[in-house]
């Protein structure tokens, strides 16, 4: 086993800040995602990982099920937990379908799992062959950068490393990986830049991966400068919100029109939204209406909205709300749609925040549920019931967020709205053992 690799690869993570965290290893069974399992398992005990592996069997290969039997019994050798799923998408299924499906399903494991990130076996072989693809897509100059280090809640820690290494580094380690019959086909796009493109340049131009590289660097230090921009633009008033980030619509809307579109890609870079100059101009024509509440789809389950006299990207996939969940025990975690719950017997403290994202209440049954039109609540320190979407409204939540926001309930009505509204009924006398609850947005 090459330890020279996994020496640099021990001294790569901490740039990536994933020490201490659970996080989940996309495993195809291939020698890149075989290898960072291998020096994953290597890397935990020194920087305390809690690794979990996803495996998906998108059922487009006779031999897929096959595959999904090995990489249980690595896992299991290594003595790590998997998770596995099957998409059964069929042996016509494009590269882009696989793709969107596998990291739909990969994020639904995130969240059920409870892993902070999700950790994929990208290389610098295939950033060059990104970027290629990229150049000849005609992409703009954030497009050239390739892909990111971490990108919301995906990390890629095998960036800096060749995909020769990395397969001597599995035979070394006496693995046995999948050749997937695809990444030769040239019919895909990538697999004929991979095995007949590229080494055609090479032949002609021997640099061609360093200079591709280089390209992409300097794309991504041009990125990285303009996303540091959108934290200093006065009276932008950038914001981290459920899913998304907004900003001031007026002061973006009276940008020129080369800053407003420019800002707007950058804006939606570091929501993680893959936007490009048509779309946004969907964004500006948005901003031009000043309507409230009116949307403009992105693509992927993106919109942009106008919202309060702010514009919001965010992420927001059609999912039906989940059932209602009770909080049976005196201590536990759990997920409710992209929300996470925590709760834990406490003292209960002097005074509670209507708005806050942790409660106390008297030891009573709870359930989280979704809510419903015509809900009410009495709100703690207020007069009679009000409505939840006029609590929404009162907390400028957008109404694209609204449809997937929990509410806690007690044996019959609403005692919290997480982030929103705490209710006056059942609220423990201060200094008793109460049930803590703390609500995330996941």
């Known amino acids: 086993m090459d330890m020279r690799l996994t020496e640099r690869f021990m001294a790569h993570l901490p740039t990536l800040k994933v020490d201490g965290k659970r996080v989940l290893i996309a495993v195809s069974g291939g020698s890149d995602s075989l290898a960072l399992l291998d020096l994953l398992v290597a890397a935990r005990v020194r920087h305390a990982l809690d690794l979990v592996v996803a495996h998906v069997d998108h059922g487009i290969h006779p031999e897929n099920g096959l595959v999904a039997e090995r990489v249980q019994m690595v896992s299991a050798g290594y003595g790590v937990p998997i998770e596995v799923g099957r998409l059964a998408l069929g042996a016509g299924a494009t590269e882009t379908e696989a793709r969107q499906h596998r990291y739909a399903w990969l994020e639904e494991v995130r969240l059920r799992t409870g892993a902070d990130l999700i950790l994929t076996a990208h290389h610098a072989d295939d950033q060059v062959e990104t970027i290629l693809m990229r150049v000849l897509a005609g992409s703009g100059p954030a497009g050239l950068a390739g892909m ?12 800096p490393f060749r995909r020769a290494e990395l397969e001597e580094h599995v035979r070394s380690a006496g693995l046995d990986p999948w050749v997937d019959p695809a990444n030769a086909d040239p019919r895909h796009q990538r697999s004929w830049i991979r095995a007949e493109l590229l080494p055609m340049l090479r032949g002609r131009l021997g640099e061609v991966d360093l200079n591709l590289l280089r390209v992409g660097q300097h794309a991504a230090a041009d990125r990285a400068a303009w996303d540091a921009v959108l934290d200093m633009l006065p009276g932008l008033d950038l914001r981290a919100e459920a899913a998304g980030i907004s900003v001031a619509a007026q002061t973006l809307g009276n940008y020129d029109s080369a800053l407003i579109q420019a800002t ?6 570091r929501a993680g939204c893959p936007l490009g100059p048509t779309r946004a101009q969907r964004v500006i024509s948005l901003l031009r209406s000043g309507s409230s509440g009116v949307r403009a789809p992105l693509g992927g389950f993106w919109t942009a909205e106008l919202s309060f006299g702010r514009l919001l990207i965010r992420h927001a996939p059609a999912e039906p709300p989940p059932v209602p969940w009770p909080l049976t025990s005196d201590e536990g975690a759990g997920v409710w749609g992209r929300w996470r719950f925590r709760w834990h017997r406490a003292v209960a403290p002097e005074q509670q925040e209507r708005s806050a994202l942790s409660a106390w209440f008297t030891l009573e049954p709870l359930t989280v549920r979704a809510w419903a039109p015509g809900d009410k609540v009495r709100p703690l320190g207020g007069n009679g019931r009000r409505l939840i979407v006029r609590c929404f409204q ?11 926001w929990p509410v806690v309930t007690g044996t019959r009505d609403i005692v919290w709205v997480p982030g929103v509204c705490r209710s006056a009924d059942w609220v ?5 053992e109460a049930l803590r609850v703390d609500a995330q947005y996941a």
């Open 264 to 269: 707007i890609l950058a804006l939606a870079r």
């Open 428 to 432: 423990p006398p201060a200094g008793v």
């Open 394 to 404: 009162d907390a400028r939540v957008p109404r694209s967020s609204r449809r997937s």
């Open 148 to 159: 990111a280090p971490q990108q919301r809640r995906v990390v890629r820690p095998l960036l």
